[in-house]
């Protein structure tokens, strides 16, 4: 279930805890003995690897956004070689890394400094770091933002606190896990937890005082992160984008004009523009529909390839924006050593 959740083939699956894996799924043809496993940990434990390696045997690109989004919700609790997943693609033979057991986030108050078995290995390397940041600052652009996460946060508060005869799903969870007569006993330590403690951190003492803690936080930590995470300051500057189509928006001719290339090194550092779209929906936005889930930026309806010809005008193809609906346009430009 968990790789038919996540559209993953059928391969080997292992729960790492203690610096070793216990087998969650056996891919068809697949080794039966761990020996994937253990030629894996082996070669990046005591090899040494190079780049050709880690390219050719690790999904980096999976990996970078992994690693973003343990800086993003301060996923810290993997320290100690657990919290996590490997799984090997039977056909490309790439490992990739998955999170589990993720109670101990969007909190900075936890132990731990996010350093599981790839960081110092892989984000050391100064190509892989490079696109690592590239991948942080789309997660931040896209994602983690006030606005897209506010928006995200709500929608699955909504889920959990539809109170019905004045009673909701929190206030089950709450009487289980906040007012359970066990919190009292001798079999629990008050330094894990304790009796009514649920929203204590919060003036309200309520849920909906806790949704508004979570998105505060998640502010603070989308600063922390632009202040001392991307800090990258000789990137190439955001461009912006102007309409330039017919009046009234057809869906099947807009067209846009980006600004010029502007980079701290100067103009002839310029090496791709890339274009994306997203049909984004939520209560607000024209052709939202009540009742249907949100759709976020994050889930692009189209990306252009790397263009390496800088244009002053570009039409998006038809079909990638649908007729009634909102779509948001952004375009990114590229220096000569590969940064966005």
Same mark, same amino acid.
């Given at each position: 279930?968990?790789?038919?959740?996540?559209?993953?083939?059928?391969?080997?699956?292992?729960?790492?805890?203690?610096?070793?894996?216990? /087998?969650?799924?056996?891919?068809?043809?697949?080794?039966?003995?761990?020996?994937?496993?253990?030629?894996?940990?082996?070669?990046?434990?005591?090899?040494?690897?190079?780049?050709?390696?880690?390219?050719?045997?690790?999904?980096?690109?999976?990996?970078?956004?992994?690693?973003?989004?343990?800086?993003?919700?301060?996923?810290?609790?993997?320290?100690?070689?657990?919290?996590?997943?490997?799984?090997? #693609?039977?056909?490309?033979?790439?490992?990739?890394?998955?999170?589990?057991?993720?109670?101990?986030?969007?909190? #900075?108050?936890?132990?731990?400094?996010?350093?599981?078995?790839?960081?110092?290995?892989?984000?050391?390397?100064?190509?892989?770091?490079?696109?690592?940041? =590239?991948?942080?600052?789309?997660?931040?652009?896209?994602?983690? =933002?006030?606005?897209?996460?506010?928006?995200?946060?709500?929608? /699955?508060?909504?889920?959990? =606190?539809?109170?019905?005869?004045?009673?909701?799903?929190?206030?089950?969870?709450?009487?289980?896990? #906040?007012?359970?007569?066990?919190?009292?006993?001798?079999? /629990?330590?008050?330094?894990r937890t304790r009796w009514g403690k649920f929203y204590a951190d919060v003036p309200t003492r309520d849920f909906a005082g806790m949704v508004?803690y979570m998105k505060s936080w998640a502010a603070g930590r989308a600063a922390w992160i632009d202040g001392l995470i991307l800090t990258d300051?000789?990137?190439?500057?955001?461009?912006?984008?102007?309409?330039?189509?017919?009046?009234?928006?057809?869906?099947?001719?807009l067209v846009f004009a980006p600004s010029a290339y502007s980079d701290p090194q100067g103009p002839a550092t310029f090496a791709a523009i890339?274009?994306?779209?997203? =049909?984004?929906?939520?209560?607000?936005?024209?052709?939202? /529909?009540?009742?249907?889930?949100?759709?976020?930026?994050?889930?692009?309806?189209?990306?252009?390839?790397?263009?390496?010809?800088?244009?002053?005008?570009?039409?998006?193809?038809?079909?990638?924006?649908?007729?009634?609906?909102?779509?948001?346009?952004?375009?990114?430009?590229? #220096?000569?050593?590969?940064?966005?």
């Amino acid at each position: 279930r968990f790789l038919q959740a996540r559209d993953l083939p059928d391969g080997n699956l292992y729960k790492m805890n203690g610096g070793t894996g216990d /087998v969650q799924n056996l891919g068809f043809g697949q080794p039966a003995d761990r020996s994937d496993l253990d030629a894996f940990m082996a070669t990046y434990t005591w090899g040494n690897p190079g780049d050709a390696w880690w390219q050719s045997t690790f999904d980096l690109a999976g990996y970078y956004r992994f690693h973003a989004v343990l800086q993003a919700v301060h996923h810290y609790d993997v320290n100690e070689g657990k919290n996590y997943f490997y799984f090997r #693609d039977p056909t490309s033979g790439k490992w990739s890394i998955w999170p589990w057991d993720t109670d101990l986030t969007w909190a #900075d108050t936890f132990a731990g400094d996010g350093n599981e078995p790839f960081r110092d290995r892989v984000l050391a390397k100064p190509l892989f770091y490079r696109d690592y940041l =590239n991948s942080l600052r789309e997660i931040r652009d896209l994602l983690f =933002n006030p606005e897209q996460l506010n928006l995200l946060v709500d929608e /699955v508060a909504a889920t959990i =606190n539809t109170p019905v005869d004045g009673l909701a799903m929190v206030d089950a969870d709450r009487a289980m896990w #906040d007012y359970n007569p066990i919190l009292t006993s001798r079999y /629990v330590s008050e330094e894990r937890t304790r009796w009514g403690k649920f929203y204590a951190d919060v003036p309200t003492r309520d849920f909906a005082g806790m949704v508004q803690y979570m998105k505060s936080w998640a502010a603070g930590r989308a600063a922390w992160i632009d202040g001392l995470i991307l800090t990258d300051r000789a990137m190439p500057n955001t461009p912006t984008l102007q309409y330039s189509g017919p009046a009234g928006y057809p869906a099947d001719q807009l067209v846009f004009a980006p600004s010029a290339y502007s980079d701290p090194q100067g103009p002839a550092t310029f090496a791709a523009i890339q274009w994306r779209a997203a =049909n984004v929906a939520w209560p607000g936005l024209p052709g939202y /529909v009540a009742g249907q889930p949100n759709r976020y930026e994050m889930e692009s309806a189209w990306t252009s390839p790397e263009l390496t010809q800088f244009t002053s005008s570009f039409t998006l193809p038809q079909g990638v924006c649908l007729p009634g609906a909102t779509c948001r346009v952004r375009v990114r430009m590229k #220096d000569d050593s590969g940064r966005w």
